[in-house]
């Protein structure tokens, strides 16, 4: 995984997305069962009838 990555994210993908899952400071503050208020926003207002996939990663970096 790369910033180069998370900047030109998979056609379908959402690039707000890719760059919080890409960066492990912007989950940082969250618990382990905690989910990102930005992303879950991101989601809801971004991500219309549910065809932009969201990258779901482990949060192995807490
Ligand atoms: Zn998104
Ligand atoms: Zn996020």
Known sequence: MSKAR???????????????????????????????LECIACAATNHGNGTKIVPKKPSIWI
């Open 6 to 36: 998370a900047a030109n994210p998979p056609p379908g993908e959402c690039r707000q997305c890719w760059q919080h899952a890409e960066d492990p400071d912007a989950h940082r503050h969250l618990g382990f069962f905690e989910d990102c």
